[in-house]
């Protein structure tokens, strides 16, 4: 059983990076991330909005805004792992052929396409990290430090989100087997329901939405300040987050059991 699951994680390894596409995804990944976090960072200044006048801003927390469109690249890397194989790569009847035991091939492609977006995700998280240090002290802010528990539980938890991103979309993109399908289904999920809270006037609806939207849970993990503001705990968050990734991989992974190649 260790040697079968051995090939096919090696397997899976070179499938993933022999296309072309993930190289150029995982570096527009980090370096989309990065970028907008620094340009975000660039644009916070402490004497506009001082303490005294009752700001008092997550910069860890805005370091970090370039989430909002790396993770793009992991839903895009995600779903053409799966999806390529079932189109251009066609590479899904080789995989089982020398992988018979179909829930053996799921587990290699989820741990191996889940590793890749955990260690680009490390490394992008690190850079903002670094970048906050350079940057921030110069705006009037203190720099961040991994000393500081809230500090390390955004950033550790800001990896994993990225984890739990990639897992819903392997998920979708198993269940729906194409890929502008299952890229726009991701999406969606993530950016529409922050967009119809904010059109919602009912508070307790308006709260309600926020706990349930994927992204708006899962990114509470990186608040460090003002948490009793947030519709859910920072674990909480994250938490409903991965609900959905389970949910993903179950159906995902259902319908790859159950359907012809």
């Known amino acids: 059983m260790t040697r079968v699951s051995a090939r096919a994680l090696r397997a899976e390894w070179t499938k993933l990076r022999s296309v072309r596409s993930t190289a150029w995804l995982l570096f527009g990944f980090v370096g989309a991330t990065l970028a907008l976090s620094t340009m975000v960072m660039l644009t916070l200044d402490a004497t506009r909005c001082p303490l005294a006048a009752g700001c008092d801003e997550d910069t860890v927390r805005l370091s970090m805004t370039g989430v909002y469109i790396g993770q793009v690249a992991i839903t895009a890397l995600a779903v053409l792992a799966v999806c390529g194989e079932y189109g251009s790569n066609g590479t899904i009847m080789p995989t089982l052929c020398a992988t018979p035991a179909r829930w053996r091939a799921l587990a290699a492609k989820v741990l191996v396409v889940i590793a890749a977006t955990i260690g680009a995700g490390a ?139």
Do not use: C
Request: proline share 4%; charged share 10%.
């Open 123 to 261: 490394l992008a998280i690190a850079g903002t990290f670094l970048m906050s240090r350079l940057i921030l002290p110069d705006h009037g802010y203190a720099a961040p430090s991994v000393a500081d528990t809230a500090t390390a539980r955004a950033l550790g938890g800001t990896v994993l989100y990225f984890g739990l991103i990639a897992a819903i979309s392997l998920g979708i993109a198993y269940a729906v087997r194409d890929t502008a399908v299952s890229i726009a289904t991701v999406l969606g999920l993530l950016y529409v329901l922050p967009i119809v809270a904010t059109l919602v006037n009912n508070d307790t609806w308006r709260r309600w939405i926020l706990r349930l939207a994927p992204m708006t849970a899962g990114l509470s993990i990186q608040a460090t300040k003002h948490l009793e503001s947030l519709p859910l705990n920072p674990w909480q968050g994250l938490g409903v987050l991965a609900a959905y990734g389970a949910v993903a991989m179950l159906v995902g992974g259902l319908m790859f059991r159950l359907r012809d190649a």
